[in-house]
């Protein structure tokens, strides 16, 4: 796993999403993701395609997957 953690015991783990065009795409799979159990932050940026997301503890991946697919995008994986 890429996740990494930071001295307040939180993990931010960055994921690569296809698909996300604009500041609504953004916001929907953030908005999908944060609804995730332990989530703490959540910041999509579309121009790279990626999620960068801050967790109490690990995701699972299929989670992370299923509220990206919920939004209408596709996970590719961790960055």
Not at 34 to 41: A, I, K, M, R, Y
Not at 58 to 67: G, Q, T
Request: aromatic share 2%; charged share 15%.
């Amino acid at each position: 796993m890429t996740a990494q953690s930071d001295t307040q015991g939180s993990v931010t783990t960055v994921y690569k999403v296809s698909g996300m065009s604009c500041g609504h795409c953004e916001g929907s799979v953030s908005s999908e993701i944060s609804e995730l159990p332990g989530v703490t932050s959540v910041k999509a940026v579309a121009s790279a395609g990626e999620v960068t997301v801050v967790s109490a503890a690990p995701l699972d991946e299929a989670a992370v997957r299923a509220a990206v697919d919920e939004a209408g995008f596709e996970l590719v994986g961790q960055a």
